[in-house]
Nanobody, 124 residues
C-alpha cells in the first residue's frame, strides 16, 4: 500500500518562503522518481519539479526555476520542495507523486500514486 502525505503548506506573504515535505511509504522509494505538481482553482494540474531516485537529476517548470528547489532524503523516505520568493501566482494546492516508470516525468498521467495535497497561499 503506497501512501504519500504532504505537509508544510500555509499562508505566506509574497516574497516569502515555505518548505513542503512529502513522507512516502513506498518500498522502492530510493529507486523512484518523485514529483511535485500544483493545481490552482479552475486550472489543470501542472508540473512543478521532479527528482530522480538518487537525487542526482532534477527538473523544474520554467515558472519556478531559480526560486524552488526539490530534494529528497532516501533514509527518511521524504521528498522536499523549498519555495522561495513566492508570488501570488504560486497559490495552489500542491501534490507530491511517485512515478514507477523511468525518467523525470512532467505530466500527471506519468505518475502512479498521489498525496492528498497541501494548500499554499501567497498573499499581497
Amino acid at each position: 500500500q503506497v501512501q504519500l502525505v504532504e505537509s508544510g503548506g500555509g499562508l505566506v506573504q509574497s516574497g516569502g518562503s515555505l518548505r513542503l515535505s512529502c513522507a512516502a511509504s513506498v518500498r522502492t522509494f530510493s529507486s523512484n522518481v518523485m514529483g511535485w505538481f500544483r493545481q490552482a482553482p479552475g486550472k489543470e494540474r501542472e508540473f512543478v519539479a521532479a527528482i530522480s531516485g538518487s537525487g542526482d537529476s532534477t527538473g523544474y517548470a520554467d515558472s519556478v526555476k531559480g526560486r524552488f528547489t526539490i530534494s529528497r532524503d532516501n533514509a527518511k523516505g521524504t521528498v522536499y520542495l523549498q519555495m522561495n520568493s513566492l508570488k501570488l501566482e504560486d497559490t495552489a494546492v500542491y501534490y507530491c507523486a511517485v512515478r514507477l516508470g523511468y525518467g523525470l516525468g512532467t505530466l500527471p498521467y506519468q505518475y502512479n500514486y498521489w498525496g492528498q495535497g497541501t494548500q499554499v497561499t501567497a498573499s499581497s
